[in-house]
């Protein structure tokens, strides 16, 4: 696969990496006090602020930097010579998806491959709050990774990582949809109240178990439902233990300016930082639009609202296929929407809002080409696994029926649980928001491994190929990026954002 081996196209030493294996190490002996664990000679220092880089060598003592300097004559226990190569900080995803997989395999090698070392993850839906009745409504997700949830909050969930042991740093988001199925379910209904509370409660208790914010998903069912009140409500309880609000946003093609607004102002009104997900310009109608959506957000900077994005710098997003259906269709779960799509009057009325222009839902067949730009993914079904790596153009082929009856039946085949990656952005748009220098880096991919129960799947380029696809188009191909800036985006500045204080640049004691 071309992005795992572009991984090997810079090669950086990943000093978070090197000491997140040394951090059990014993106390040094009396007469050992000065000696390094690990000295890194010879590489150049890219430090993660953006500076030119510098000659040094790094000395590692009890899982911290110790050194940085001369150090040839320094007593250690190993050298790692770097000749020719870059020593950096680890690279932090700023959404990684892997709570779950990270179970699976808590290798999570696709992250590490491309020198991943923390990931950010809990987009919407978080691993934590739980309930089981959202565990009998996700029953499909947790079997097709052959996962026991034995959690229900955020604490319980980042103990069993502890003692599982995992092969990358991570932190969590308390997903606003969590919370809203917790008290509400899956329903199109409004909270009253006292569910409000109750609501405003379970995103404080996930704040005092260690996450970092409280984050939105508003294009997937039940998302949509709850409005920009609700969230602002939400998004405050996280402000108290200075958490941030992340969104992906109620709409990223033609009704985006608009979102913008309200996530503007959720950070006014909470009071709080903003966080946009992947930014994009999304749907043929909407390219070009990049210029005016960076306008928008340089505006509310300028305002005195804190927002800042970050994106995946591909051309193709990778979301749930059920995201085609408008979000009526999704009232009371998957089960009903699955109900909804057997029914040939009701699935009349889905194909028709499909078809029709309407700002009120971002309508994600509006955006596209045609069925061609649709690449069937993930699938939790067996008999539909040959599917996987197929436009949804040549499954209506196959199945002799029309592309919207194709996606219908797909979704009823497989329990609603189909991923899928879909081509609707424009390569100067995507270039124009990763130049920004307030838009880091995020995966937006789970973590995922070549072979066992997550080989089977098709994934996105992207979980392999991100940062070095990074490096190699932006810096080394167009210059887009200097490589000192690239790994700014990397490290230092989504480090900073997330008030990771103890990483994200190379300095003593980080």
């Not at 920004?436 to 070549?450: E, F, H, K």
């Amino acid at each position: 696969m071309r992005n795992r081996s572009e991984c090997l196209c810079l090669v950086v030493f990943l000093v978070l990496a090197i000491l997140s294996c040394s951090s059990g190490a014993q106390p040094a002996a009396p007469d050992a006090q000065n000696r390094f664990d690990i000295v890194i000679v010879n590489g150049h220092i890219i430090d993660g602020t953006g500076s030119p880089w510098y000659s040094g060598d790094v000395g590692i003592r009890g899982g911290r930097i110790a050194a940085i300097g001369n150090l040839h004559d320094a007593p250690r226990k190993q050298t790692i010579d770097a000749h020719g190569q870059v020593v950096a900080p680890g690279f932090i995803d700023m959404l990684g998806q892997s709570e779950m997989t990270m179970l699976v395999n808590p290798r999570v090698p696709s992250k590490i491959f491309q020198g991943i070392t923390t990931e950010v993850t809990g987009e919407g839906q978080s691993a934590a709050p739980l309930n089981d009745a959202m565990i009998a409504a996700d029953r499909a997700g947790y079997d097709h990774l052959h996962i026991h949830p034995d959690w229900t909050s955020l604490h319980e969930y980042f103990a069993r990582l502890e003692r599982q042991g995992m092969g990358i740093n991570l932190a969590s988001y308390v997903g606003a949809t969590s919370v809203r199925r917790m008290v509400l379910g899956d329903a199109d209904v409004q909270p009253s109240p006292e569910q409000l509370q109750q609501m405003r409660a379970l995103v404080a208790r996930a704040m005092q178990d260690g996450a970092v914010g409280v984050s939105t998903a508003l294009q997937y069912a039940p998302a949509p439902y709850a409005k920009t009140e609700e969230l602002i409500a939400l998004a405050s309880e996280a402000a108290k233990y200075g958490g941030i609000y992340a969104t992906h946003m109620r709409s990223e093609g033609d009704a985006e300016p608009a979102a913008i607004e309200e996530a503007v102002r959720i950070g006014r009104e909470a009071h709080i930082p903003v966080e946009i997900w992947h930014l994009k310009a999304a749907g043929k109608s909407n390219w070009g639009h990049m210029p005016s959506i960076i306008a928008q957000i340089e505006k509310a900077r300028a305002s005195g609202v804190d927002v800042s994005a970050n994106t995946y710098a591909y051309t193709a997003w990778f979301n749930t296929f059920s995201a085609f259906i408008p979000p009526w269709a999704h009232d009371g779960g998957d089960a009903k929407l699955i109900e909804r799509l057997k029914d040939p009057a009701t699935r009349a009325r889905i194909r028709k809002d499909m078809l029709a222009s309407d700002a009120r839902w971002d309508n994600e067949w509006q955006e596209i080409p045609g069925p061609e730009a649709i690449l069937i993914a993930v699938v939790q079904n067996p008999e539909l696994l040959p599917l996987q790596g197929k436009r949804l153009s040549e499954v209506a082929g196959m199945w002799k029926e029309d592309a919207i009856d194709a996606l219908c039946d797909l979704l009823i085949k497989d329990k609603a649980f189909t991923e899928v990656a879909v081509f609707g952005m424009s390569e100067p748009d995507v270039a124009l928001a990763l130049k920004q220098p307030w838009v880091s880096l995020d995966n937006d991919s789970q973590g995922t491994a070549p072979d066992g129960p997550l080989g089977q799947e098709h994934p996105h380029p992207r979980a392999y190929g991100t940062f070095p696809r990074i490096l190699r188009k932006y810096v080394r191909e167009e210059h887009a990026l200097t490589l000192e800036d690239a790994i700014r985006k990397f490290t230092a500045l989504p480090a900073q954002r997330m008030r990771f204080t103890d990483r994200g640049v190379l300095k003593d004691g980080m």
